[in-house]
């Protein structure tokens, strides 16, 4: 993983953002205003703290189909916490963090413990944890949450809203993780070669316990952030995201065969998918078409990763 | 050694059956342990036509896992198929209401189910893409695109010869006949024919396949185009049970089908499995959501069941393989 | 007699190395003819032409009666020319039966396959092997190794092989097993199936083989009727009775024992091995291939952890259950396969060189980059590493080099035992001798060696005391002054001390 090859795939991602923004700002001057930026940014977090550490996951060889899952459950507890319990909502929330955790956790211990691949073991609890919320939500939403709950979704902390905070501190984060520290040495070493790794004595499966348990964390985070934006909780909220953190991974230039990726692509990756998903609503297109554009990006990326990099691929 | 003509076997015919067929005969077993239980419990359960409602309404999910139970046998997994179920369907409703005869918008979404795999495959086998990353972006390809299209509008006034599910022959529902006879006709096809060989040959080791002679990359195109034709045939069961088409499938169809599949026998890992495991699982499952509201257990559970069935299944097929590499071993 | 195949100054380069010189090799129908020789010699390269895997760079083939520049896979299924291979083609989950006939199955009128003709005549194939206690209907991935190697002979057969090659086919299989074997290829040899035996195993060899043709280096030494060599001889060809004097060995300064093992088991692969490891020695450990050498070295590491018997470290007893606990004991281990095992071939230079020691060049929880590219800089000079830099993605280099950044990544850790396997394979003279010197002066250093080797003149070259095992068990150990070729490659076929020592 050389800085060349790195400097290559970001900076036409890079290029292709600035010309989308280009674009989008000539395409309608609404774009280029602080509250669309903004509210843009609100949208993306959920996703955007998914992909991050869905980043962790892909470079490892591995993937994390139940995010969506833990997102829904996470949010259901949190309202069952809350409102059957009667437990003070920061603690719900902190016990709906924890249960996210954990439900990671289990996700990494099925994968390294039994060597399920991830594939089947994330399809399986997707559905699981998916039951679980509704199960136990029974289909009933719950609302009605104390007002400074939603300063973290809809309200803003000087002058910038609440959840890109958390985003932001957790972009940071990552990528210091990932580029300058032990943990992140051995993420990319599973990756490219884990028997070498392990030969080399690195904690390999300690390592990819402690990805998936951050996977779920990050799912329970944007879960308690979506409540708060959307003043609800419903048992089929994050179906669906674990699409768009993939999309965005891939698309940041991290392959799908795991060795290789950056957090400042995934950022850039999802930066230039919530930029389309914006010019095309302002354009008029209905959401529907967006998706199907999402998609559209995924295979195509994939198709041309592979074309460059056939002899990366193990 | 033995100079005698006669073939010895070394063990009769039944007691092979048992040992090849384990998984199936679990199913069949649990199937018929769920009726007794839960009609014990509520008799109307029993009745005809619950009974009637639970297979011939649910006929469609098996016959689609038909074409899954192929796919994930040589290795791959198909993530889109309920959002081209989706697709197919309306395109089915749309051909109905626009004045084309009955039985062309029954199987021209066959074709077309066929086509779009094929697409699919070609991406997997030459593309060398993961299956499960194009099936993804498949998946809201078709699902944003019905949307997008139709603009969420349901199909109404179908003509009542559409109504092919809800038809009888010789006093049994249409799609039932088409169950079985499909499930039976792919098990001989799969089990006797060089080209069924072939699929589980490829998912059990591609290249000991390719050694042997087979075209592992046609194949797989193949297999997937299959796969397409059985959501076709699928999509007519679904399309014409009432008299609307919505805009939307059942939601995680797929999850339905794949799983029908591996806890019909068909190992996610590939090369082992077969077509009638996969019905008996989903007239299961089908079993299954419908005693939980006969007993009384909220229906909203039902997911959670399936998660768990899936987890269990697999880590019982991940525990009797690492037992036999080992044993092997020695 | 006319031959099956005939090879005539066939040469063979891959990457600029020869790996084949001019070799000449027949086959005639109804005999067994061995191919023996060391690691490296070229028996892989040489069946993989015939079986048309590979073509030859120079020299002509005769299959039957055409003579070819090479051969294809096409030619080699109609000449009849079947392969069985080390590593079996098989499908784990289906059963004997179809595994035997996969892709050429009996047909019936109908176009279906016909089951009841594959079962039957795969059971006829398996009476004619000597098995009859195998169902055909058994599912492939639960049967032994030995039974699935019955396996790929029958599929062979089931095409009507007239010439099989079989590689190194008892490599993995227990005495009882090599038995029925043989027993096998005697049937096959007497029904005129003509057989090409690759083999380290001298006692196998001959007990079955009609001629004997031994490579060294790609060269062919020779092709003799088995009854003329002795076992004897034929060590000597294959290995030659000059032991290079490129070996500097600088007087050794061995001290006190640092690592003592006793009763060492690991299933069947590691049978009670004890011996003792002093600090500043080199000791050599020989054995065929498949005498339990690695394994030793991977129970040592802590990948396959003892179970039984005792380790001791400075005196200490310790239990070793992975690498991470091998690492802090100050145990080090430069791996057999180091494309695979020893390195990661995307990372550079200086991400290798770092991976067994990151506690050394953190501050914190942060990798200090600088740190870790002069450390890199230092091992590089350290080692005479021929790259462009500790940025230089380690695939790109040569193999000797390769070699000295897996040693190098070992060194970081200041380990205090070092177990080397195949140090110097695949790697060019020239580089061989630099990591000989290395070796060397580490020993003198104190480090501790156990140098694992197939290539006996480096064994002999560089070892101060020899250990060799054999079907898992350490047969012999030798003074440097007591081993010599004779003594060595005795022991490596299984004779003991008390044989040897004359």
């Excluded at chain 1, 809350?82 to 289990?106: Q, R």
């Excluded at chain 3, 059971?123 to 009859?132: A, G, H, K, Y």
């Excluded at chain 3, 890199?376 to 040569?398: E, N």
């Amino acid at each position: 993983m050389t800085w060349r090859r790195l400097l290559r795939h970001e900076t036409i991602l890079a290029l292709l953002v600035l010309l989308a923004l280009f674009v989008l700002d000539r395409q309608s001057d609404k774009f280029f205003t602080l509250d669309n930026l903004f509210n843009q940014g609100r949208l993306m977090t959920e996703v955007g703290l998914v992909a991050i550490v869905m980043t962790f996951v892909i470079i490892t060889g591995g993937i994390d189909l139940s995010v969506g899952s833990i997102l829904g459950m996470t949010a259901i507890l949190i309202g069952v916490f809350w409102k059957n319990l009667g437990l003070p909502l920061p603690v719900a929330i902190g016990l709906g963090l924890v249960v996210g955790t954990l439900a990671g956790v289990a996700n990494g211990i099925i994968i390294t413990r039994f060597r399920v691949p991830p594939l089947i073991a994330t399809l399986g609890t997707l559905a699981l944890y998916r039951g679980i919320a509704e199960g136990v939500s029974q289909a009933r939403s719950v609302r009605g949450y104390p007002e400074w709950f939603y300063v973290l979704g809809q309200g803003q902390l000087l002058g910038v809203p609440t959840q890109l905070w958390i985003f932001g501190i957790a972009a940071v984060v990552a990528a210091a993780l990932l580029g300058w520290t032990t943990c992140g040495r051995t993420t990319y070493a599973i990756g490219s070669n884990e028997v070498a790794a392990r030969f080399s004595g690195l904690s390999v499966d300690v390592t990819k316990v402690a990805i998936y348990a951050a996977s779920g964390l990050a799912a329970a985070v944007a879960a308690a952030i979506f409540v708060s934006r959307v003043s609800t909780t419903r048992s089929d909220m994050g179906t669906g995201i674990e699409l768009d953190a993939i999309t965005a991974v891939v698309l940041g230039g991290t392959s799908i065969f795991g060795g290789r990726g950056t957090i400042v692509g995934t950022l850039l990756g999802l930066v230039l998918i919530q930029a389309l998903k914006n010019g095309l609503s302002l354009a008029g297109v209905k959401s529907d078409g967006t998706v199907v554009l999402i998609g559209a990006v995924l295979i195509l990326t994939i198709l041309l990763s592979n074309l460059f990099h056939r002899d990366q691929n193990r | 050694m033995t100079e005698s003509t006669e073939f010895r076997a070394h063990r009769s015919g039944p007691a092979r059956c048992v040992s090849a067929y384990g998984q199936e005969i679990v199913i069949a077993c649990a199937l018929v342990a769920l009726f007794v239980v839960v009609s014990a419990i509520n008799p109307r359960f029993l009745g005809a036509n619950n009974v009637n409602t639970i297979v011939s309404g649910n006929a469609y999910i098996a016959v689609a896992a038909i074409g899954m139970s192929m796919i994930i046998i040589t290795g791959h997994i198909d993530v889109s198929v309920g959002a081209l179920i989706g697709v197919l369907a309306t395109i089915s409703g749309t051909l109905a209401v626009s004045g084309y005869p009955v039985w062309v918008a029954w199987t021209l979404p066959i074709l077309i189910g066929a086509a779009i795999n094929g697409v699919v495959g070609a991406l997997v086998a030459y593309g060398r893409l993961p299956s499960i990353v194009v099936t993804l972006g498949m998946l809201s390809i078709l699902r944003g695109g019905l949307v997008f299209v139709t603009g969420g509008a349901w199909i109404n006034n179908l003509p009542p010869s559409f109504q092919l599910a809800q038809a009888r022959l010789l006093g049994v529902p249409v799609p039932i006949w088409f169950m079985l006879v499909l499930t039976i006709a792919a098990f001989l096809w799969m089990r006797n024919t060089a080209f069924g060989r072939s699929l589980y040959a490829i998912g059990g080791n591609a290249e000991a396949a390719r050694a042997a002679g087979i075209p592992v990359e046609r194949r797989i195109v193949q297999v997937f185009m299959i796969h397409g034709a059985f959501a076709g045939i699928a999509t007519m069961l679904f399309a014409t049970q009432l008299k609307i088409i919505q805009s939307t499938v059942p939601p995680n169809l797929e999850l339905t089908i794949i799983t029908a599949s591996v806890i019909g026998g068909v190992s996610i890992l590939g090369g082992t499995g077969t077509v009638i495991g996969s019905t008996l699982a989903a007239v299961l499952f089908a079993a299954i959501g419908s005693a939980m509201i006969f007993v009384n257990v909220s229906a909203y559970w039902l997911r959670a069941v399936i998660g768990l069935l899936i987890l269990v299944t697999v880590l019982v097929d991940m525990a009797r393989r690492n037992r036999e590499f080992r044993g092997s071993q020695r | 007699m006319s031959a099956l195949v005939a090879l005539s100054g066939v040469s063979k380069s891959f990457a600029g190395v020869r790996v084949l010189k001019d070799v000449d090799f027949d086959v005639r129908p109804g005999e067994v003819h061995a191919l023996l020789g060391e690691n490296g010699a070229g028996k892989s390269t040489l069946i993989k032409i015939i079986a048309g895997v590979h073509a030859p760079d120079s020299g002509t083939i005769r299959v039957g009666d055409e003579v070819l520049k090479a051969v294809t896979p096409r030619d080699a299924a109609r000449g009849g020319i079947a392969t069985v291979y080390q590593e079996l083609l098989l499908f784990p989950e289906l059963t004997v039966a179809e595994n035997v006939f996969l892709g050429h199955a009996p047909r019936t009128g109908l176009g279906t396959l016909d089951w009841q003709a594959m079962r039957r005549t795969a059971r006829q194939l398996l009476d004619e092997l000597d098995s009859p206690d195998l169902d055909v209907d058994a599912k492939v991935g639960t049967l032994s190794v030995a039974n699935r190697q019955r396996i790929e002979i029958a599929k062979a057969l089931s095409q009507n092989a007239t010439m099989l090659i079989m590689d190194e086919p008892t490599a993995a299989l227990a005495d009882a097993d090599v038995r029925r074997l043989m027993a096998v290829v005697k049937r096959l040899r007497n029904r005129g199936v003509g057989i090409v035996y690759v083999s380290h195993k001298l006692p196998e060899i001959f007990e079955i083989a009609d001629r004997v043709t031994v490579l060294r280096d790609g060269a062919l030494i020779g092709t003799r009727p088995i009854a003329e060599v002795s076992e004897a001889s034929l060590v000597a060809m294959m290995v030659g009775r000059e032991i290079d004097h490129l070996f500097p060995k600088p007087e050794p300064k061995i001290g006190e024992t640092i690592l003592k093992v006793e009763g060492l088991t690991y299933g069947s692969r590691v049978r009670g091995v004890s011996f003792e490891l002093r600090r500043g020695e080199i000791l050599g450990l020989a054995g065929l291939v498949g005498a339990g050498r690695t394994e030793l070295a991977l129970t040592l590491f802590g990948i396959t952890p003892a179970t039984a018997g005792t380790i001791e470290i400075d005196g200490r007893p310790v239990a070793i259950a992975s690498p991470r606990q091998a690492r802090s004991l100050g145990i080090a281990y430069v791996p057999e396969d180091r494309g695979l095992q020893g390195l990661v071939k995307p990372m550079t230079v200086a991400e290798n060189t770092s991976m067994a020691a990151l506690g050394k060049i953190t501050r914190g929880i942060f990798i200090d980059f600088r740190a870790e590219a002069k450390r890199a800089l230092l091992s590089i000079k350290q080692l005479g590493i021929r790259t462009r830099g500790p940025a230089q993605v380690v695939g790109q280099l040569s193999g000797g080099n390769q070699q000295k950044v897996v040693l190098g990544k070992w060194l970081e850790i200041a380990p205090r035992i070092l177990i080397m396997d195949e140090p110097t394979r695949g790697i060019d003279v020239g580089a061989k001798a630099e990591i000989h010197a290395l070796m060397g002066r580490l020993a003198q250093e104190g480090l501790a060696i156990l140098m694992i080797s197939s290539e006996l003149p480096e064994v002999l070259g560089m070892s101060d005391r020899v250990l060799v095992m054999h079907g898992g068990r350490l047969v012999t150990t030798l003074d440097r002054s007591e081993a010599n070729p004779e003594t060595v490659g005795a022991a490596m076929a299984g004779a003991s001390h008390s044989d040897v020592a004359a």
